[in-house]
């Protein structure tokens, strides 16, 4: 069953404390991506890699560090630099090609609560 | 990327078509307008894309004006199960994507 999985659905931390979303595909897509989304809002830009070993900054990178070391893995470490850490975290991958553009494929999401 | 507009609301009766306007005016000519959709906390799901053409697949149809300022999707026999924030995005092949906020689908019993 091909797909996008996100663990856990839900985490809860104590502000001061790294945590690390995680991001699994086994669609075979060279790139990745992390959003973030706010209540009532789009989604914003984290980081994206478009091949293992290689990773962006998106609009809203500061706080938040990334890894690519196996193409079917793109974790995110939410540090505690990131002022304002608590939201919907989304994880998407797309293939890439001579194509141009492709679609992206989300994830379910994990849902983080800082306090 | 092109910024969108698109109306924070719309209402749909079961089994009628459901035609959501996007306003694309400063689309570039190598930028593809892109629909998602995302029901409540889910992630966002792909609909449909096109670049100057009017497209269909199984879930909708992309109507692009000539000028490509704007563009219309369709969704033709609207279930609650469509009930859905829609989002429209104009993109290039850098496959950045700049979600707005989108239109909230509620399709009425």
């Known amino acids: 069953d091909g797909g996008i999985t996100q663990s856990p659905k839900y985490l809860f931390r104590k502000e001061g404390q790294n945590v690390t979303l995680s991001c699994e595909q086994n669609?075979?897509?060279?790139?990745m991506y992390w959003y973030r989304q706010d209540p009532g809002q789009g989604l914003r830009l984290i980081y994206y890699?478009?091949?293992?070993?290689?990773?962006q900054k998106g609009d809203i990178a500061e706080g938040y560090s990334v890894s690519r070391e196996k193409k079917e893995s793109f974790p995110l470490t939410v540090t505690s630099a990131q002022k304002n850490p608590t939201a919907f975290y989304l994880c998407?991958?797309?293939?890439?090609?001579?194509?141009?553009?492709?679609?992206?494929?989300f994830g379910p999401g994990t849902r983080l609560t800082v306090t | 990327d092109a910024k969108t507009t698109q109306p924070p609301s719309m209402d749909c009766a079961e089994g009628r078509a459901a035609n959501l306007p996007c306003n694309h005016s400063t689309i570039s000519g190598n930028e593809y307008v892109y629909w998602y959709r995302q029901i409540h906390s889910q992630g966002p799901q792909y609909i449909i894309h096109?670049?100057?053409n009017n497209e269909t697949n199984e879930m909708a149809s992309l109507i692009i004006t000539e000028d490509r300022k704007s563009s219309t999707l369709i969704l033709p026999h609207a279930t609650l199960r469509d009930t859905a924030v829609y989002y429209c995005i104009a993109g290039g092949a850098t496959n950045k994507l700049i979600f707005g906020t989108g239109t909230l689908l509620a399709v009425q019993p």
């Open positions: 096109g670049l100057k």
């Open positions: 669609l075979n897509h060279d790139a």
């Open positions: 998407a991958s797309s293939p890439i090609g001579d194509r141009g553009t492709y679609e992206q494929y």
């Open positions: 890699s478009q091949i293992v070993n290689d990773f």
